[in-house]
């Protein structure tokens, strides 16, 4: 009496999908087959309308009977939808639907590929910066006086393709006489400009590549933290270079002696503004062109306030 209900069978979606596309062509081509029909009893209607009943039989298009020219209109109809059905619905049907919404995605999929690989590049970058912020102004204990020795134009230029911009005999012997004897700390690019290291001094390099090699007996280290832990039995360690490593410096050096050259130039590495409400001028000779000096320059000493 109360006996099972008969199961509903179920039809997969895509199963659903191809009837329901069967469904319509079936109907498409019906719809066009009664359309040929049509035409065919229409044209002979025309034709006998014209020439047995003698309708319109004197009125002519370019000495062309009417009629003509409706059966042509009707045959393009019927052209047209004949196109439709067996053209327009292989080219642009659901298939063709499909492929164009999957290259849509495709190309919408390599767009946020793209973004994402440029957000991660740039989380990269802010890291990196981050981690060099925090390394360059956390606190280091020196135990020593460090100076930044440095010869720099008007607008602050120091150098050009790792080399220096100018030749002042003055200047060299002052870095000489006030290095002597003394820690020079720089970069892995300034030490690669010497021909060969400079006598009498410990070179301290800085470089980030973990297998540098250099000289026997000099210093390779990884931070200016380390390049100053390296030389703190040194009452007096020299900044020498070059443009990052005086970034660095600045924030943690007690004093600047620099050779200020009254020209400006173009370069590719800069020193850092000095700012006057940081440091004090305490010393300034000045010197003239000459034989030996293409240019006018000036020896400045500053130190922290």
Do not use: C
């Not at 740039?122 to 925090?134: D, G, R, Y």
């Not at 300034?190 to 400079?198: G, H, I, Q, Y």
């Not at 900044?239 to 130039?265: P, S």
């Amino acid at each position: 009496m109360f006996g099972k209900k008969k199961p509903i069978p179920q039809i997969d979606k895509d199963q659903l999908e191809l009837i329901e596309n069967a469904q319509k062509r079936i109907k498409q081509k019906k719809g066009l087959y009664a359309h040929f029909v049509i035409f065919l009893i229409g044209a002979i209607f025309l034709i006998v309308a014209n020439t047995v009943l003698g309708i319109g039989k004197d009125f002519k298009i370019l000495e062309i009977d009417w009629f003509v020219f409706a059966i042509l209109i009707w045959l393009f109809l019927f052209v047209y939808h004949l196109f439709n059905v067996f053209v327009t619905n292989k080219f642009m049907g659901k298939d063709w639907e499909k492929a164009q919404l999957q290259k849509l995605v495709a190309k919408q999929q390599n767009r946020i590929e793209k973004l994402k690989a440029g957000l991660v590049k740039e989380e990269t970058i802010l890291a990196k910066s981050e981690v060099f912020k925090e390394e360059t102004t956390k606190p280091i204990n020196k135990g020593s006086e460090l100076t930044i020795i440095v010869a720099a134009a008007e607008n602050n230029a120091i150098g050009l393709g790792n080399k220096l911009i100018w030749h002042l005999s003055d200047d060299l012997k002052r870095f000489k006489a006030l290095t002597n004897g003394h820690h020079i700390i720089m970069g892995r690019k300034t030490f690669e400009s010497f021909p060969k290291p400079l006598p009498n001094r410990t070179h301290v390099v800085i470089t980030r590549q973990e297998d540098y090699s250099a000289h026997a007996g000099v210093i390779v280290v990884h931070s200016l933290e380390d390049a100053i832990d390296a030389a703190r039995k040194d009452s007096n360690p020299y900044i020498i270079g070059g443009g990052q490593i005086y970034k660095q410096a600045m924030a943690i050096a007690d004093k600047i002696e620099l050779t200020r050259v009254h020209e400006n130039f173009d370069a590719d590495t800069y020193f850092p503004e000095i700012d006057t409400n940081v440091w004090k001028e305490t010393a300034n000779t000045f010197h003239t062109k000459d034989e030996t000096h293409a240019h006018e320059f000036s020896f400045i000493t500053y130190t922290r306030k």
